[in-house]
T-cell receptor, first 116, second 116 residues
Framework: EDKVVQSPLSLVVHEGDTVTLNCSYEVTNFRSLLWYKQEKKAPTFLFMLTSSGIEKKSGRLSSILDKKELFSILNITATQTGDSAVYLCAVHTPLNYGGSQGNLIFGKGTKLSVKP | DTGVSQDPRHKITKRGQNVTFRCDPISEHNRLYWYRQTLGQGPEFLTYFQNEAQLEKSRLLSDRFSAERPKGSFSTLEIQRTEQGDSAMYLC??????????????FGPGTRLTVL
């Protein structure tokens, strides 16, 4: 059965700390891995990763994928209270191998709390 | 606001009643997705449309659930004979078609269903 596992499930840090969030996966048909940030509403897109070893960066956030070991990490440096959210990892694995686009399998998320 | 919209935002119903949710995707997006999210879990894929065609359905989508996208624009998700276990946030997302490559899904604010 396809699955995505995130760790830790929750994390409490102080402003200025650096955090690393983990995502491991086991899927039959891997297309890409995505990170989303979810506050009290809908998930918002952060990164999409398809190739191993290529770091994606956006401000204080960065992410990298290891397709051999089947995991990804999301780093946040110099955390701020506004980074408090649930960070979701998802793997795109189409149900139909012919190229249809439907299926994202999400992990349970890591709840990050940044204290002032 | 040109994002994905969902209606209603909240729905409280009694067990056994039927409910219908609506999703209006971003206007130029021809792909539309439905997910369900319960507390402490990541979103779970339910179904996916490309234009008016329903191309993928998860095993989670029981016979009591039906989704339509009759004109390839807005979509409805109906749950018949609701059960308490149907209580969840129902998320809709849309994405443009860019060849066969995966592209970002934009999420709506969700409809929170409570079944009493």
């Amino acid at each position: 059965e396809d699955k995505v596992v995130q760790s830790p499930l929750s994390l409490v840090v102080h402003e200025g700390d650096t955090v690393t969030l983990n995502c491991s996966y086991e899927v039959t048909n891997f297309r890409s891995l995505l990170w989303y940030k979810q506050e009290k509403k809908a998930p918002t897109f952060l990164f999409m990763l398809t190739s191993s070893g290529i770091e994606k960066k956006s401000g204080r956030l960065s992410s990298i994928l290891d397709k051999k070991e089947l995991f990804s990490i999301l780093n946040i440096t110099a955390t701020q209270t506004g980074d408090s959210a649930v960070y979701l990892c998802a793997v795109h694995t189409p149900l139909n191998y012919g190229g249809s686009q439907g299926n994202l399998i999400f992990g349970k998320g890591t709840k990050l709390s940044v204290k002032p | 606001d040109t994002g994905v919209s969902q209606d209603p935002r909240h729905k409280i119903t009694k067990r056994g009643q039927n409910v219908t949710f609506r999703c209006d995707p971003i206007s130029e997006h021809n792909r539309l997705y439905w997910y369900r999210q319960t507390l402490g879990q990541g979103p779970e894929f339910l179904t996916y449309f490309q234009n008016e065609a329903q191309l993928e359905k998860s095993r989670l989508l029981s016979d009591r659930f039906s989704a339509e996208r009759p004109k390839g624009s807005f979509s409805t998700l109906e749950i018949q004979r609701t059960e308490q276990g149907d209580s969840a946030m129902y998320l809709c997302a849309s994405s443009p078609r860019l060849g066969l490559a995966y592209n970002e899904q934009f999420f709506g604010p969700g409809t929170r269903l409570t079944v009493l």
